[in-house]
C-alpha cells in the first residue's frame, strides 16, 4: 500500500480504512478533527467517564455511544468497528492482537469513548507560526509518565501522561494561548521549561514515542496527553478493551476549527 | 433572620447555612463560585454523569462525587448534607420537602453532581460594564422551555431550559465575549434576539422564575440554564433525588476567576 495517497474527505478516509487500508492517519483528511478510542465493557464505562470528568485536560471525552451502538455524533455515516485503519485489542490488561476491524468483537455489552487529540492543536501551532519540531523531523511526540497522579475515579487511576515539544522561547506565549483556546483537545500546556518538577531525569529517553532533536533557543513545553487513559486502563486491568493503534486514529467530520474558541 | 449581613468568606457562609439560616445565597461571598446540587442514587449516576457529557452548555459538571461521600473538591471543608441553606427532596418525581439538612437522608448509595450556575458570569457581565437587569429590578432571572431537545442520555431526556437577560443592542457582542469565555458556567448564549425561533410565545410569561422589564433598546439575549438538569430529572422520575431549592446555592472555595479563560 505504500504510496496511497492521503484522501482530503473524511469519508473517503474512512472508507479506504473500512476496506483494510492500515497506515497511520495523519495527514488524512486535514482540518478534521481526529480521535482516540478506548471501548470497554458496561460495567466499566461509568469509572471511566468520571475519570474524563474529573481529568479533562488528559481525557477530554468528545463523544460517549450509547452501549452496543457502533455510531457517534461525531461522523453520523461511520462505522466504529471498521473505520479506525488498525485497533488494539487487550485482555486483561494485556495486549493480545492488531486488527484492522473488531466486528467479530463487538457486543451490546460495549461503549465507546471518543477522545481529543493533539493532532488537532498541532495544526493551530503550526497555522500561528509555532514550528513543531517532531513533524519537521519525521518523528512521533516525545511522551513521558509524570509524578503527578490524575484524580482517581472508581477502579481508575494512575500518573498523568505528558507530550513534550521543543518551542522556541519567544514563541512560548503564543504557543501557550493558540492551545488554551482548544481546551476539547487537551488545552494549554500543564508545564514549561522543568522537566524535574514532573519527575523527568531525561528527556532523550520519553517512555512513549521518539526522542525529539531541540533546536537553539528551544524550551521544552509540556501538554496533557492522551495516552493517560490507555495507561490508567493498562494499570486496572479491565477484562476486555479496544483502543484504537497509537497513530491510527478515528478520523470524524467535525472541523478542527470547532473546537478553537474566540 | 432578616437583615443578617451575608459573610465575605465561603467558610464563614457555609458555617452559618450549617447552623440552620435558610436564606438565598445571592451575595454571599462574592466573587466565590455558586454550584447546583443534584444527588441520585448510584443506580442513575451513569445516565446524569453521560446527560452531562452530551449537553456541557446546559450541565456543566464541575465535580462529581464518589458514591456515599460529602465531599467535594470545590471545598473540601465542606459537607454537602449540611451546607446549602435550603434543599428540596424529591420522590417518584414529586417534590415532598424543602429541609435544611439532608443529614437524614444521606446514605452510601448516593452520588453527588456540582453544577456550574450563572451566579459566576452575572458577576462577569457587571465587571465587563454590560447590566444585569434581573439584578436591577431584585427578581430572579426569567427561564423558559425551549423547542430544542437535550441530547438524551439512558433514561434522561427534556428540553433545553434557557435563561433570559435583557441586554442593550450595542452591548450584546461583549456579552457573548464574556460569558463565552467562561464555558464551565453555561458559556455563550445560545441564541439571540428571537424568542420565536426557540418556540417561546410571551417573553413575559417565563416558564420559572420572574418576568424581567426591558429597556429601550434591550434585545433579548438566551443562555443555557442550570433548571435543565432538573427539568429532566423530574420528567424521568427517578425513585428519590436531592437538589438544592432554587436560588440556595452551594457556595464553593473556588474563586469565579478560575472558570475565567484567557
Redesign the interface.
Known amino acids: 500500500m505504500t504510496g496511497t495517497l492521503p484522501a482530503a474527505d473524511p469519508t473517503d478516509t474512512r472508507a479506504q480504512f473500512r476496506a483494510g487500508l492500515a497506515l497511520p492517519s495523519s495527514g488524512w483528511a486535514p482540518g478534521f478533527t481526529q480521535a482516540n478510542l478506548v471501548v470497554l465493557p458496561r460495567e466499566w ?2 469509572d471511566m ?2 475519570f ?3 481529568n479533562p485536560q488528559p481525557v477530554p ?1 468528545l463523544d ?1 455511544t450509547d452501549a452496543g451502538s457502533v455510531r457517534t ?1 461525531l461522523a453520523p455515516g461511520a462505522d466504529l468497528r471498521t473505520d479506525l485503519p488498525r485497533y488494539r485489542v487487550w485482555r486483561d490488561g494485556a495486549l493480545v492482537d492488531e486488527p484492522t476491524d473488531v466486528v467479530d468483537l463487538w457486543s451490546e455489552d460495549l461503549v465507546a469513548f471518543l477522545i481529543g487529540c493533539s493532532f488537532s492543536f498541532e495544526t493551530a501551532l503550526l497555522d500561528a507560526g509555532v514550528p513543531v519540531r517532531n513533524i519537521e523531523q519525521g518523528r512521533n511526540v516525545s511522551m513521558y509518565r509524570t509524578n503527578r497522579a490524575c ?1 482517581p475515579a472508581g477502579r481508575l487511576s494512575g500518573p498523568l501522561v505528558v507530550s513534550m515539544r521543543p518551542v522556541p522561547g519567544h514563541l512560548v506565549p503564543t504557543a501557550v ?1 493558540v492551545t ?2 482548544m ?1 476539547q483537545v487537551h488545552g494549554a500546556p500543564v508545564h514549561v521549561g522543568s522537566p524535574s518538577s514532573l519527575g523527568i531525569a531525561d528527556l532523550s529517553r520519553p517512555d512513549f514515542g521518539d526522542p525529539v532533536e531541540f533546536d537553539e533557543g528551544d524550551v521544552p513545553v509540556f501538554w496533557a496527553c492522551g495516552v493517560t487513559p490507555q495507561a490508567a486502563l493498562m494499570a486496572s486491568r479491565p477484562p476486555f478493551a479496544i483502543t484504537h493503534a497509537p497513530g491510527f486514529m478515528f478520523v470524524t467530520d467535525v472541523p478542527d476549527a470547532v473546537y478553537r ?2
Open positions: 464505562a461509568y467517564l468520571l474524563g470528568q474529573r471525552l460517549v455524533a484524580r494561548q488554551g483556546r481546551p474558541q474566540l
